[in-house]
């Protein structure tokens, strides 16, 4: 079985300031990663995936994700947010075959003027 | 291409009734799943439909159901609704292929209340 941990549930953060949405996920078998963004009153959009390759991944405005397999990580960070940046981000995983997906519950981004 | 159409966006209901909703897929994608997204409990998987088929499903009661017609259009149903059905519900379609793609195109999700 597959889960996944948001560590924050809320996270503020000032404007132009660096910011690090964390990340960890187990499974018995090798999975795909993703992060996506919800704004408000919409659904989710797809920031940034891990599929294979490089584990550097950068995705839509200016966020970057590192996949670290021995701490099962994968942190999604932006050198420096703007007040667009508020949302809910979350994390997913999902296995090679098949097109189910396991969420995290969520981590609240605030950024603050 | 018009993106993932969800109907209706809101809705309220009391308890003991049913409940269908429907979301239309973008052009050409065969699989749509649903989601049901709870504050504190996040998005939680309800079932994945592809070519008329449900392939995947996650930990819901039979009271959830859902169907895929022949143009990739689904409906969720929920019957003997309780108050806990509270929720967004997302519909997601993806490219077709047993694989993954990387990639759900998400709606702007069904908002049920029950009172």
């Known amino acids: 079985a597959q889960s996944v941990t948001q560590l924050d549930s809320q996270v503020p953060v000032f404007e132009e300031a660096p910011v690090e949405l964390r990340c960890n996920y187990s499974?018995?078998?090798?999975?795909?990663l993703f992060w996506y963004v919800q704004y408000p009153n919409q659904g989710l959009q797809l920031l940034l995936k891990?599929?294979?390759?490089?584990?550097l991944v950068k995705g839509i405005n200016g966020f970057e994700a590192e996949f670290n397999k021995s701490q099962t990580s994968f942190h999604l960070r932006k050198p420096s947010v703007h007040i667009s940046d508020t949302a809910e981000y979350f994390c997913?995983?999902?296995?090679?075959?098949?097109?189910?997906?396991?969420f995290g519950t969520g981590t609240s981004l605030t950024v603050i003027p | 291409k018009a993106g993932v159409t969800q109907t209706p966006r809101y809705l309220i209901k009391t308890r003991g009734q049913q409940v269908t909703l429907s979301c239309s897929p973008i052009?050409?994608?065969?699989?749509v799943s649903w989601y049901q997204q709870t504050p504190g409990q996040g998005l939680q998987f309800l079932f994945e439909?592809?070519?008329?088929?449900?392939?995947n499903k996650g930990n819901f009661p039979g009271r959830f159901s859902g169907r895929q017609f022949s143009n990739s259009r689904s409906e969720m149903n929920v019957s003997t609704l309780e108050l806990g059905d509270s929720a967004l519900y997302l519909c997601?379609?993806?490219?077709?292929?047993?694989?993954?793609?990387?990639?759900?195109?998400f709606g702007e999700g069904s908002r049920l209340t029950v009172l």
């Open positions: 997601a379609s993806s490219q077709p292929g047993l694989r993954v793609t990387g990639e759900l195109f």
């Open positions: 499974s018995s078998v090798s999975v795909y």
């Open positions: 891990y599929l294979s390759g490089s584990t």
């Open positions: 997913a995983v999902s296995r090679f075959t098949g097109n189910q997906f396991y």
């Open positions: 052009s050409g994608h065969r699989s």
């Open positions: 439909y592809f070519s008329e088929t449900q392939r």
